[in-house]
């Protein structure tokens, strides 16, 4: 496709974006509650396109595309896993997120934990883990949508610029009007990321099944185990995503925004189906690709990043157009709301326990300014080109599994305060960030395990000595 082509597809998709943001501001009341949760007032169709939206990234049309080109059929597996785990823990802790904003106003996810466990430093600790483990994860979009613009344009679309469209863009939609821009930006992203997949898998599968000697699934990536999916990496890297759900702050945030309890059931249902079907599709695509390499259709690509964009460079132009666009939607989307609920984890958990007098309006503006340091942060991480977007979303997911004891702990158990809090995060934290610089797996063990079981272990013993604090029971209560 010709580069003018894709700066065009760019143009129109950040057009019409930006008027919708821009009319999502008449629904904006401009107060705190309503700018980063939207005061509790999405319906069911936009919570659930946002939640999806937001979950669903770069992560899946290049990361998990090339993962199941990679790996095969334990690539889906472990989506799978993830997938499950997400609707579980959405079953049952949901309706209880939502109580809780309902009756007390929470905003930021981590001021739930500061009144569990009575200190505004439990708060602080899980920003603080929360701002060096998303950074990785808001880069790696970045660098999908560079990667998928390079391919589709035949890199007339350099990648630095790229990554500087993708960062200013996610900061316009989030500064315009909060989670009303992110929201509404959403429902128009989570309908383009939906079209354009379907219409790439059924062009790859018409056009596969053409080739000639074409297997679905050939040597070891029909079954687990295989060469790749030993079950130690199965397992490293399943922990982690089956607790993205609770330890991730911007689908957390997202459990605040329905209208109802009604809403919120239907936006599980409706996120549920959405999720499935958009799981199956992408790990279809990825083996599909695989088979087509092994019929000599496809190119052999050793980095698996490079699997879309080589097919968007070989699609129709309007298939390419698409898709690059749904590529650009899926990143923005998770980009944009990551800098929202850091921003509101940074004013309310940061900010305001030392400077509690800090009106409506200041707290806007200096979130706005965090949102400004957050993206500039991501840019340059992103133009230096880190890593694989697999790899960076799991780094995130690995350093932040040390919040889901306290989460978990904050609904089921009746004991653990600050001080067990504190010492789970830090020591699982410290545990996540030495193993993976390390490589290292302790007695054969994955490294998330030995985070999992380091800060679970840690939270309980110390836990099982404290003194409840006094705001336990209404948060256990909800």
């Known amino acids: 496709m010709e580069g003018s082509f894709a700066y065009l597809a760019i143009a129109i998709y950040i057009t019409a974006g930006t008027a919708i943001a821009w009319f999502a501001k008449k629904r904006l009341r401009r107060d705190v509650k309503d700018f980063y949760t939207a ?62 904003h309902n009756r007390y106003g929470y905003i930021s996810p981590a001021e739930i934990l500061t009144d569990r466990y009575g200190s505004p430093a439990v708060g602080m600790g899980v920003t603080l883990v929360s701002l060096v483990s998303l950074i990785p994860y808001a880069s790696a979009q970045i660098i999908g949508i560079a990667l998928a613009a390079e391919g589709a344009s035949g890199g007339a679309i350099p990648f630095a610029l790229a990554v500087i469209i993708a960062v200013l863009l996610a900061l316009v939609w989030s500064v315009v009007a909060g989670v009303w821009s992110v929201g509404w930006t959403d429902v128009y992203q989570g309908v383009l990321m939906i079209a354009a997949g379907v219409a790439i898998l059924a062009w790859a599968i018409n056009w596969a099944v053409g080739l000639p000697s074409f297997s679905f699934l050939s040597g070891d990536l029909g079954y687990v185990p295989n060469s790749y999916w030993t079950p130690q990496t199965f397992l490293n890297m399943t922990i982690p995503w089956f607790f993205f759900a609770i330890t991730n702050p911007q689908v957390v945030q997202r459990l605040f925004a329905p209208k109802s309890k009604e809403a919120q059931k239907n936006m599980v249902v409706l996120f549920g189906a959405y999720g499935f079907i958009f799981t199956v599709m992408v790990c279809m695509l990825g083996i599909i690709l695989r088979g087509a390499t092994a019929a000599g259709g496809f190119p052999l690509v050793a980095y698996r990043d490079s699997v879309t964009p080589t097919l968007l460079g070989m699609m129709p132009p309007w298939i390419t157009i698409l898709g690059l666009v749904a590529i650009i939607a899926a990143s923005i989307s998770t980009i944009d709301s990551m800098i929202l609920t850091l921003s509101s984890m940074s004013i309310r958990d940061v900010f305001v326990p030392f400077r509690p007098g800090m009106s409506q309006r200041a707290q806007i503006a200096a979130g706005r300014v965090i949102m400004l340091a957050l993206a500039a ?63 290292a797996s302790p007695l054969g063990l994955p490294m998330n395990l030995w985070t999992l079981i380091v800060s679970s272990l840690t939270y309980i013993a110390l836990g099982a000595l404290e003194r409840v604090p006094a705001g336990a029971e209404k948060i256990r209560g909800a």
């Open 39 to 100: 005061g509790g007032r999405f319906g069911s169709v936009v919570a659930s396109l946002s939640y999806a939206a937001t979950t669903y990234s770069a992560f899946m049309f290049i990361g998990l595309v090339g993962l199941s080109y990679q790996s095969g059929i334990g690539a889906m597996g472990f989506e799978l896993v993830y997938f499950v785990g997400t609707l579980f823990l959405l079953y049952y802790l949901a309706p209880r997120y939502y109580s809780l």
């Open 377 to 439: 942060a991501c840019m340059l991480f992103s133009l230096s080109r880190p890593g694989l977007i697999i790899d960076l979303s799991v780094l995130s997911s690995s350093l932040l599994l040390p919040i889901a004891p306290l989460v978990l702990g904050s609904f089921l158990w009746s004991r653990g305060g600050k001080r067990s809090a504190i010492f789970s995060l830090v020591a699982g934290f410290a545990t996540a960030a030495a193993l993976y610089y390390l490589k």
